[in-house]
């Protein structure tokens, strides 16, 4: 006899139960919703705005349903599209850039199925149509950056110290002192030396030339990765910021590799002002205006951003450079003129303080760096004209203000002309946080229609593949096909479930994942079908069915593991949509073995299991 | 199913062909080579979608006349549909917003349905990446296969992956289809999908070898063969069905992944007869490679 122990059973049943609850908040539609934030990344949305968001909509007469505050935002959910449109037009009008308002379309699980931590399944950016962009973090000007400062420190600090030394520069991201005697040289080397004890090991390469008296330096592998590291981790807080100020309700901004952003916008149906506000590739720096005791050698003339003709002599020492601004607003100052309000970290604080302190009355520059590149015809080797891009860096002042006072971690620039002109600064402050200049090196615009249209024509490829599918094993293998369609239908339930718990991603590759396991699923069931056939040449029909599943398992089992295997590998090296087929893929492969084997069995064990049956039709 | 082809007595012809389809699939990638997509290759891809159908030529002169004298101008899917490719300009990632921009203003308002970049840099890599990829899952079943097998067998069955992904990489050479990240999804899943069937096949044959004494190796071979028949000619039909309903119905986005599974099953069935049983004959597997039985079946007789 067939039969499966109650614990067979209720092991089957609670998976199936798990499977079920979990695929179950994908059944509940969307809800039009719009979510409201403070434009000023450092405030969270509070009572006060909820109220204020309420009387706005009650006194404009907009139609809406619940209102409530999540992860520092406001969301108010709607009856309608229609209802939704009008009420973000009504907002928007009445509270200017005061806030950032972002529609969205929010899941309407039931409450007790998002206590169980139910949640619909996340789609990918080709099925919700948004933008995909790959940025990649120029380490090498940030090396560069971190060698001048470098070089500025060891000028000042030799000087202190009474090392001579007649030479110094940086080279191919090296820095080269040359010293006139040789006592100098091995004084200076010891300091070298000290200094580039780190906490996590040695910070330099130091190349010694003592024939010539001449020390260069380099970055060791060490503290090229904590520049790398922290170049990458102060511009994804700044990409986090900006993509804030798109208003996008759940963007992505997340490392890849060892220098690369991804920042995804699903939503999101114009690139170009995605990329105007994201790809700003500006940087800031605080200086020192020349006076007439600064040496021609330690200054520098640029010019004004929006005067092309009027110029400042700066000292070349940076004071404190952008990525040191944590928030940068406009407001206005006693009598009623525009300012800007910048907001420093602590170390950026205590440098402002250093260099104001006994400089009181003279001029603070704060100078716009932007890469920009520039086209040029050249001739190549065959003769060939092509374009070369090459990029340069530009700064411009944007802004030169006398010193008042000593000033530290937060502090003001009056006379900064209209409001538009002080929020069109504060804007530059802002986008100047950057520590480290980013270029784009790979971008996905998905539109709308066609992320609906994907959807469409997948959830269409996997009804009609598994329409032809349950009608031919039906037709093929009778009961048997019946029961091997059941666990079919289980498996895709499974598969959903399982998706909806990991928060995996759902791609157009992933929904052809599917359609593929739902043709490859059944294949489990061929095997055992057709071993059952077999022994039942030589056996009674009972110990045909269990000899038929039991010797089918080892072949199920390998067959499987290597398509696992492959599919793996695929996770491994894939990108986006294709993560999305080798998730659904695998998966798949583990959810059929479990419904193609102990589902069916099941089910063949509650038809057949009791009966003596003298012969068995497969 | 109670067939009886003796399947062996073709395999001569079946390995000469084989090598034929192989020999010329080498030769076309290496002449000829792969039509790159744009992941592999790098450049920029528009598509955009209009409300009456739109002529190719003009637009291609637009753009010639604008300076984008290196792009590819044709109908996806629909004739109302229409996809620009520009080859890589040395990173610049602002080509698609351009072009559509430039579209709008000359005059061919549509809505933009998808615009993709991808750097120079980022394509090599993706390249490099998916090769390499290929070569570790390869290895990786290989040795499965060899632990779980004997070695004859795992030769047998890379073999026959070698010979799929070939061919399939020779049929995209040969017609010019795009290969782009999602074929090479495809082809991996070809890789676990033909494996599937080369074990049930390889399965078969070990157990025949161990309980079928009195037969000699191709008369074994061909028993093993028609015994797996029924099930290999059922799975390939539902999964091509599938496949069929994902061509068809799938978009156009899908039909180039599609088209390359729809290939590697009809391939995978083929190999999974001829290439590994071939292979085996021709290593002459004895019964000696299979003496130490291994306790088959017996650990899991108590799993349902």
């Known amino acids: 006899m067939n039969k499966f122990s109650i614990y067979q059973y209720l092991i089957i049943l609670t998976v199936l139960v798990l499977g079920f609850t979990y695929a179950l908040p994908n059944l509940y539609p969307t809800q039009p919703s719009i979510q409201v934030a403070y434009t000023d990344s450092g405030k969270s949305a509070d009572q006060v705005l909820l109220n204020d968001l309420q009387n706005i909509l009650d006194d404009s007469n907009s139609d809406h349903e619940e209102m409530f505050l999540r992860d520092n935002k406001i969301v108010i959910k709607f009856k309608s599209l229609d209802d939704q449109l009008n009420s973000k037009t009504v907002l928007q009008n009445t509270l200017l850039d005061k806030v950032i308002i972002a529609l969205n379309l929010e899941p309407t699980t039931p409450d007790w199925l998002k206590d169980l931590g139910g949640k619909p399944v996340k789609l990918g950016l080709d099925l919700s149509g948004g933008v995909h962009f790959l940025l990649e973090v120029d380490i090498e000007t940030a090396q560069q950056g971190r060698l001048e400062l470098l070089l500025d420190t060891y000028r000042k600090s030799f000087k202190e110290d009474r090392i001579k030394f007649t030479n110094s520069s940086i080279n191919d991201l090296e820095l080269f002192f040359e010293f006139p005697d040789s006592d100098s040289y091995n004084k200076a080397l010891r300091k070298y030396r000290t200094d580039s004890l780190g906490i996590n090991g040695v910070q330099y390469i130091i190349t010694e030339k003592p024939s010539t008296n001449i020390l260069i330096l380099e970055f060791s592998d060490v503290a090229l990765k904590e520049i790398r590291d922290y170049a990458v981790g102060q511009n994804l807080t700044t990409l986090r910021n900006r993509v804030n100020e798109l208003g996008v309700s759940e963007p992505v901004v997340q490392r890849q590799g060892s220098n690369r952003i991804v920042v995804e916008l699903p939503g999101v149906q114009d690139p170009t002002a995605a990329k105007k506000i994201i790809g700003k590739t500006a940087n800031l720096e605080f200086r020192l205006e020349a006076n007439s005791r600064t040496s021609p050698l330690r200054k520098e003339e640029f010019d004004f951003k929006n005067n092309d003709f009027a110029t400042a002599f700066l000292e070349r020492s940076v004071v404190v450079s952008g990525d040191r601004v944590t928030n940068a607003s406009t407001g206005f100052d006693e009598s009623g003129f525009s300012q800007v309000n910048i907001t420093l970290d602590m170390q950026g604080g205590r440098a402002m303080q250093k260099a104001t302190s006994g400089n009181i009355g003279r001029k603070l520059a704060v100078l716009f760096v932007e890469q920009k590149s520039k086209s040029e015809l050249i001739v190549d080797e065959d003769g060939n004209s092509v374009i070369e891009q090459t990029s340069y860096i530009e700064k411009n002042i944007i802004s030169l203000a006398t010193i008042q006072a000593v000033l530290g971690t937060s502090f003001r620039i009056t006379g900064v002309g209209t409001p538009q002109e002080a929020s069109e600064l504060a804007l530059l402050l802002r986008a100047g946080a950057l520590a480290a200049p980013m270029k784009f090196v790979e971008e996905r615009t998905v539109g709308p229609s066609l992320g609906k249209e994907n959807i469409e024509l997948g959830m269409k490829s996997i009804m009609i593949g598994f329409a032809l599918v349950v009608l031919f094993m039906t037709l093929y293998y009778r009961v048997f096909g019946l029961a091997a369609n059941v666990s079919l239908f289980l498996n895709l339930v499974l598969i959903t479930g399982i998706m909806s718990l990991l928060g995996a991603t759902l791609t157009l590759p992933g929904i052809a994942g599917i359609v593929l396991t739902v043709g490859m699923a059944v294949d489990a069931n061929v095997l055992i079908f057709a071993r059952i056939r077999e022994e039942l040449k030589e056996k009674d029909p009972q110990t045909a069915i269990r000899d038929g599943f039991a010797r089918a398992f080892v072949t199920i089992f390998d067959a499987n593991v290597t398509t696992l295997i492959a599919a793996l590998i695929l996770y491994i090296i894939g990108t986006g949509p294709v993560k999305g087929f080798a998730i659904t893929l695998s998966i798949g492969i583990v959810t059929s073995m479990f419904t193609a084997i102990m589902c069916t069995r099941a089910m063949v064990n509650l038809i057949y299991g009791n009966k003596n049956l003298k012969e068995l039709k497969i | ?304």
């Open chain 2, 1 to 304: 199913m109670n067939t009886k082809f003796q399947f062996m007595k073709y395999r001569k012809i079946a390995g000469i062909t084989s090598i034929a389809i192989f020999i010329l699939s080498v030769f076309s990638l290496s002449f000829k080579g792969l039509t790159l997509g744009l992941d592999f290759s790098g450049g920029t891809l528009v598509e955009v979608t209009y409300e009456t159908p739109v002529e190719l030529e003009s637009i291609r002169n637009t753009l010639i006349s604008n300076g984008y004298e290196d792009s590819q101008v044709v109908n996806f899917g629909t004739n109302l549909d229409v996809l620009i490719k520009v080859a890589d300009q040395n990173g610049n990632s602002s080509i698609g917003e351009n072009i559509f921009q430039l579209l709008e203003n000359n005059g061919f308002r549509g809505e933009l349905k998808r615009v993709e970049f991808v750097g120079p840099q980022v394509g090599a890599e993706l390249r490099d990446q998916g090769g390499l990829g290929m070569l570790v899952a390869l290895f990786m079943i290989l040795m499965y296969v060899a632990f779980r097998f004997q070695y004859k067998f795992a030769l047998g069955a890379v073999t026959a992956l070698g010979h799929d992904v070939v061919i399939i990489l020779g049929l995209f050479s040969i017609f010019s289809w795009d290969f782009d990240l999602t074929v090479l999804a495809a082809l991996l899943a070809v890789i676990g999908y033909s494996l599937n069937d080369t074990i049930v096949v390889s399965d078969r044959i070990r157990e025949n070898f161990r309980t079928q004494r009195e037969l000699n190796p191709i008369e074994m071979v061909d028993l093993s063969l028609n015994q797996t028949l029924g099930r290999t000619v059922v799975t390939s039909f539902t999964t091509l069905l599938v496949l069929f309903a994902l061509f068809i119905f799938g978009g156009e986005m899908i039909k180039g992944f599609s088209l390359a599974l729809i290939l590697g099953v009809l391939v995978g069935t083929y190999s999974s007869i001829y290439v590994v049983a071939n292979m085996l004959m021709s290593l002459t597997l004895t019964q000696e490679d299979l003496a130490i039985p291994e306790p088959e079946g017996a650990e899991f007789d108590e799993l349902p």
